[in-house]
Nanobody
Framework: QVRLKESGGGLVQAGGSLRLSCVAS????????MGWFRQAPGKGREFVAA????????YYADSVKGRFTISRDNAKNTVWLQVNSLEPEDTAVYYC?????????????WGQGTQVTVSS
């Protein structure tokens, strides 16, 4: 089983940037699609972005296109989410996820999450 651990969250002003990281343990990391979800206070968990095992194909939620970038390095068992031009509406717990398709349905494994708070 692959275990996921996120880091990089924090408090940032609107317009700022963060780089979220997710490190996976387990020897089969490179065969999976990796993704990010987020959950804002009082709301359900929503899809943000996903990337194929090769890194050649990515998929984003409309709300983050052009502002967020997902990338991965299989040699480091790491996937990143670069989040730019942050808005207060981006405030949420961000979760790393492991799946088998770009729609991330189903999700096979979740991380514990990292908090991102954007102040106005």
């Amino acid at each position: 089983q692959v275990r996921l651990k996120e880091s990089g969250g924090g408090l940032v002003q609107a317009g700022g940037s963060l780089r979220l990281s997710c490190v996976a343990s387990g020897r089969t990391f490179s065969t999976y699609v990796m993704g990010w979800f987020r959950q804002a206070p009082g709301k359900g968990r929503e899809f943000v972005a996903a990337i194929t095992w090769s890194g050649y194909s990515t998929y984003y939620a409309d709300s983050v296109k052009g502002r967020f970038t997902i990338s991965r390095d299989n040699a480091k068992n790491t996937v990143w989410l670069q989040v730019n031009s942050l808005e207060p509406e981006d405030t949420a717990v961000y979760y790393c996820a492991l799946g088998t398709n770009l729609r991330m349905n189903p999700v096979n494994s979740w991380g514990q999450g990292t908090q991102v708070t954007v102040s106005s």
